[in-house]
Every structure is written in structure tokens, then in C-alpha cells.
């Protein structure tokens, strides 16, 4: 009797744990054709191709980036290069004695609702909520992630050594972009009787446009970035980073025999309990975690990196020869010198997203009275991300010979394809990767959920009530993409986070003459002061 009721325990478990299983991977695939139906559309409208050659196209809001990139570049006559160093030392503290010294004049409508144009008042203290590191590392947080790991993998498999070229090219004019985006979201940033700052596109374009006539279009504008913004935090800024860190941790730890096997949710409410603990606490505590976290998890994928080529340095020159060869005489591959270009293009102006905007919502929080001041921290923004990361990223695969042009890969194999190129120099190397990897998918969390509030706040107010609804659905989203693989769900995120760049790039080229402004009158404070 024992053994036929064992039996039919037995079988009963089988048939439930079956049955759920086929439940689980029916409701994803529904929920996953579904809205890939509804919203097509929309994903393939944003990455639509411009045909280049019979073989070869490039996304139209590549061309938007770059294009937007090349003209700030040559617009503010390569301050991405002359004011490298003057960024530096505005991190390091140099010129922190500006800030303390006289009062300087404002619009009173920095402190008031938007539409308020009151006359200026002198401000005697601190404004701001975070120091030009912690804004620098929160926004870091929100582009370092896995597309330097993954991603840079997929640009070399589709067009070779040669893309890292280009990448490194792109990251580099990227940096321009972003200094405007910084600037302005300083610039027109508003601050509560609390002293919580609320910034970023939506208020430079409303109120930056407004004072050039353009109300209407400036309004319009900035609901439409807050809209697509709120939308890319849920998906691309939080299912999608869960949901690859918890494959590659579950990879590492045996696949399917890991002790997590089909268990992501586990791993998703670890996740967003730890996610939640940060960012109730606002931009503040945001920017406490992500200036350890930032610099430790780069140190840490960093130190992996150059170990590896260091075992292999006899080939460094090989691989550099390969990257400069590449970019100019691909042999063998798909599309020739055009198509290796736009991948190293696509990969750059994807990682560092200068000329999205999004960085712009956390450098506005900076305790600074020249918005200029951080425009420049955030130029660094693409050196560190693109040209430093991505670059070592692309070496490292190189040197291990991990690269198998002309193919096509996954996010979860980009990610794989780095392990084992971190594996070839030390068995355990990976577990650091995985590690890293982690850290890259929770800060890049908990910056997008600063985002994604402070476009939710935009739209909807900014109560205490409104802030943790959007604090919860962020958190059960975290859930969600460790346990499923809805794929549409963070295609339609991804587009609608590039399509921020459409209202975006609009208000940067109509307000570059104001950023000019804010440049000169920071150089002219430092000249003064004698701080050169």
C-alpha cells in the first residue's frame, strides 16, 4: 500500500511539475505574441534600416546619433578633446572653491513649478543633492552594463575585429553629445522646498523651448520623452538586465544543475528587494550605492580583462593589427568596410547613449551653480563606457580567439563567449564575471529607476503616493524579467528608450546657443579665480 501510495505521490508531482512548466511556458509565449503583435510596429519602425548597399543598412536613429554627435563635436570646436583634462580635475575637486565663492544669480523659477517666471534672486547656498562623482558614477551605472559585455561580442561576431575601430571612434564623439544633454539638464532643472532636484529632458525642452516661443512644440516634446522614458525603465533598464544576469549566474553554477535552475524568481526577488531597499531612498542614496558600486565592478571586470591579455600579450600587436586592418579591408565579411562600420557604430552609440538623454535626469541632481561644470563630468561618460570598457572588451575576445565573424549571436551567448574568454586566463574568472555582471544589472536597476521616476513624476505628479506606485511596479517587474523570457516585451523597452532621442536631439540642436553661454561663463569663473 506504502509503494502504491508513493507511486501515486510520485506521479501526481511529475504531472503538476509537467503541467506547470508547459502553464509557465505557455503564459510567456502568449504574453510574448501577443505583444509582439500589438507592437511591431513600433520596434520596427524605430530600428528601421536605411538600405546602404544591396546587403548592408544602418538604423535610422544611428544616423540621428550620429549625426547629432559630429555636429556638437564640431559646434563646440572638440571640447570632447580640449576640456578632456579640465573634466578630470572638476572630479577630482579643483575646482570646487567656484562654488563657494560669490552668490550667484538665478531664475527664482529654478525653485518653483514650471511656468513660474518670477524675477532672479541670489543663492547664497549649496544647490544640488550630489557631489559631480556620485552623479558622474550614478550615470555610469545606467550605461555600463551588459551591452560591454554582450554586446561588443555581437559587433565582432557579425563584423569582425575591425568594428572595435569604429567603436572607439563613435565613443569618442559621443562625448560632445552628452555634454550638451548635461548642461542643459542642469541648466533648466527645478528644485522643491525639500531640496529634491527634478531634472532632465523633460524640463529643458519644456522650459528651454518655451523660452524660445516654442511652447506648444516644447511641451509636447517633453511629454512624449517622459512617456517613452517611463516605458524603457520597466523593460531595457530593469526586465531585461534581470533576466541576463540571472542566465549567466545560473550558467555558471551548473546550468541545468545549478542549485537556481528554473528558479528566477527566486533570483528576481533577491533582486528586487535589494533593488527596492535603494532606490526608495531616492537619487541620495542612488548615488551612496553606485559610487562604490561603479567603480568597484569596473575595477573588478577591468583587472579580469588585463589579466587575461597580459597571459597573451604576445598577441597584442596581432590583435591591434587586426582592429586597424579590419576597419579599412575587411576580408570575408558581410556588407565589406561599410558593414564593419556600422557595427562598431551601432555598438558605441547603443552602450554609451549620448543623445538619448537619459543621463542628463541624474547629472541635473549635481551640487553645482554652473551647469556647465557638469556638462564636462559627463563627457567622460563615453571615454570610460566605449572607449575604455568596450574597447578592452573587444581585446579580450580578440586575443582568445573567441570570434566567429559572419555569425549571428544572442545576448545570453555575447555574455557566454566573454566567460570564456576570461576562462582561457583563469579557470575561475568567470564566477568574477558573473559576479560583475550582477553588479552591472543591479546599478544599471536601481539608475534606471531614478529615470524612469523622475519621467513618472513629470507626468504624474510628484507625491509620495504616485512615487512608490511606480517604486512597486518597478520592483515586481524585476521579478518578472529574472522568470520569464519575454523577448517583445524588452524589444518594444529598447525601442522606445532610442526613441527618446527624437524629442531629445530636436532640443539640444535649438538649444546649443545656451549651452555656449553656460560654457563661457564657466571658463570665465575659472579664469578669473585663477584655477587654470
Known sequence: MKKITAMCISFFAYVYTNAQEKLESTIDQNINEGFKNAT?????????????????????????????????????????????????????????????SAPLEVSESVYTKEGDQPDTIRIEGEIGEVSHFQALTA????????????????????????????????GFLGMASKFVECTLGVAYREIDENGTVYGGPMYYLSKGLKEKGLTNLGKILAIIFAIMCVGGSFGGGNMFQANQAFKLFEHVTGAENSFIYGKGWLFGLVMAILVGIVIIGGIKKIAKVTDKIVPSMVVLYVVAVITVIAINYRVIPDAIYAIINGAFSPE?????????????????????????????????????KYAASEGLVALLEPFIDTVVICTMTAIVLIITGQIDVGTEISDEQGVLLTAKALESGISWFPYVLSFAVTLFAF??????????????????????????????????????????????????????????????????????????????????????????
Not at 551605472?141 to 554582450?150: D, H
Not at 549651452?515 to 569663473?525: F, N, P
Open 332 to 368: 570575408g565579411i558581410t556588407g565589406g568596410m561599410i558593414g564593419v562600420m556600422i557595427q562598431g557604430f551601432r555598438r558605441a552609440a547603443f552602450s554609451n547613449e549620448a543623445g538619448i538623454g537619459s543621463a542628463s535626469i541624474a547629472h541635473s541632481a549635481v551640487k553645482t
Open 139 to 170: 550615470a555610469l551605472s545606467a550605461t555600463v552594463g551588459l551591452g560591454n559585455v554582450a554586446g561588443v561580442a555581437i559587433a565582432l561576431s557579425i563584423g569582425g575585429a575591425g568594428a572595435t575601430f569604429w567603436m572607439i571612434l563613435v
Open 443 to 532: 546599478s544599471s536597476m536601481i539608475s534606471w529607476s531614478y529615470y524612469g521616476y523622475q519621467a513618472w513624476s513629470y507626468l504624474f505628479g510628484r507625491g509620495k503616493f504616485t512615487g512608490y506606485i511606480y517604486k512597486s511596479i518597478f520592483c515586481i517587474c524585476v521579478i518578472i524579467g529574472s522568470a520569464a523570457s519575454l523577448t517583445a516585451v524588452t524589444d518594444f523597452s529598447d525601442a522606445m528608450i532610442f526613441s527618446m532621442l527624437v524629442p531629445n536631439m530636436i532640443g539640444l540642436f535649438l538649444m546649443a546657443p545656451r549651452v555656449s553661454k553656460e560654457l563661457k561663463k564657466y571658463k570665465r569663473a575659472i579664469s578669473e579665480n585663477k584655477l587654470i
Open 40 to 100: 511591431d510596429w513600433f520596434v520596427d519602425g524605430i530600428f528601421a534600416e536605411i538600405p546602404i548597399t544591396s546587403q548592408v543598412g544602418i538604423p535610422w536613429v544611428l544616423v540621428v546619433l550620429l549625426v547629432g554627435a559630429s555636429y556638437f563635436t564640431i559646434y563646440f570646436k572638440g571640447i570632447n578633446f580640449k576640456s578632456f583634462w579640465t573634466s578630470i580635475n572638476i572630479v577630482r575637486g579643483k575646482y570646487d572653491d567656484l562654488e563657494s
